[in-house]
């Protein structure tokens, strides 16, 4: 059974940190390159960052470039998305994706909400 499980969202204050995970199972999750996207409440999804499968390479939506940073664990099946210095527009839910050709996985989302 395929699944992408999210975790490590909370509430922060602003310029705090969070660090969300993305577990993979049921799919060769080191042949899909992975990205984080995010929903804010009446916004359409956006894309966050993405990774190659191998790490080579990550881009980054301009609003979190220089705080967020993307990564990967392939030998634990696992993606990262470190958030620093963030910001009440980060609220929103946070979504994995990982995609390979035809195919692509969603995670059910974690709930990530930046106030004071």
């Known amino acids: 059974q395929v699944q992408l499980v999210e975790s490590g969202g909370g509430l922060v204050q602003p310029g705090g940190s969070l660090r969300l995970s993305c577990a993979a199972s049921?799919?060769?999750?080191?042949?899909?390159?992975t990205s984080w996207y995010r929903q804010a409440p009446g916004k359409e999804r956006e894309l966050v960052a993405t990774i190659t499968l191998f790490g080579g390479s990550t881009n980054y939506a301009d609003s979190v470039k220089g705080r967020f940073t993307i990564s990967r664990d392939s030998a634990k099946n696992t993606a990262y998305l470190q958030m620093n210095s963030l910001k009440p527009e980060d609220t929103a839910v946070y979504y994995c994706?990982?995609?390979?050709?035809?195919?692509?996985?969603w995670g059910q989302g974690t709930q990530v909400t930046v106030s004071s």
């Open positions: 994706n990982a995609k390979h050709r035809d195919r692509s996985y």
């Open positions: 049921g799919f060769t999750f080191s042949m899909y390159a």
